[in-house]
């Protein structure tokens, strides 16, 4: 699956709710149940964000993939790092089902590192919200919730420049921003044609 492209067909757009990604999808990839259409990938949650295109599920802005629980989150070029920031995600039953971190990744290594506008919604499984009846053997029991604990869900998209610090959430992205590296990139076509080069 790794090699696939994910992006989804025109018309379609992937816009599923903090408890949709849990219940619909984290949940059946940590109990082995099949999911249909199965189109989260899995991959290493120590690429850059960059290297998602053509590997993650592509949505508008933002990019989705399972990966491994994995404490080093270290890339070639950089590393992935908690903000603190750590929110429950409760059922329509007012039953908590999962908890999302928020990460922001830095180019660099530690003590020197520069923080980037990418950011990793980070989705957790909890396993106290679900079924776990007293027929079930302990060792049963025990094996499941090691399943659970083993797999994320993940998030990724680029902050717009223009929001404040603590602006971490996509919920009032529109896509009609452009990031600080499109108005780079706007910004040298202007200097081009003002002085008579092709872009």
């Known amino acids: ?66 990966t491994k629980v994995n404490e080093n989150r270290t890339t070639e070029n950089g590393c992935w790092k908690e903000i603190g920031v750590t929110e429950p995600i409760f059922s329509t039953f007012d039953k908590k089902v999962g908890t999302k971190k928020y990460l922001v990744f830095h180019i660099g290594e530690a003590p020197h590192v520069t923080e980037t506008n990418w950011v990793m919604q980070e989705y957790h499984i909890c396993s106290s919200g679900f079924d776990t009846a007293s027929n079930r053997s302990s060792r049963r029991r025990r094996k499941h919730d090691q399943s659970w604990s083993q797999w994320v869900l993940c998030r990724v998209y680029e902050k717009m420049r223009s929001e404040g610090v603590n602006c971490y959430s996509d919920d009032d992205e529109s896509g009609s921003e452009l990031s600080w590296l499109d108005e780079v990139y706007l910004s040298l076509d202007d200097d081009l044609e003002k002085i008579g080069m092709p872009n």
């Open 1 to 66: 699956m790794e090699d696939a492209n994910f992006n989804l067909p025109p018309g379609f757009f992937f816009s599923p709710t903090d408890e949709e990604l849990v219940l619909h999808f984290l949940y059946c990839k940590t109990s082995l149940i099949p999911c249909h259409p199965n189109i989260i990938p899995d991959l290493d949650s120590r690429l850059h964000p960059w290297e998602l295109n053509g590997k993650a599920l592509l949505s508008g802005n933002q990019y989705y993939f399972f």
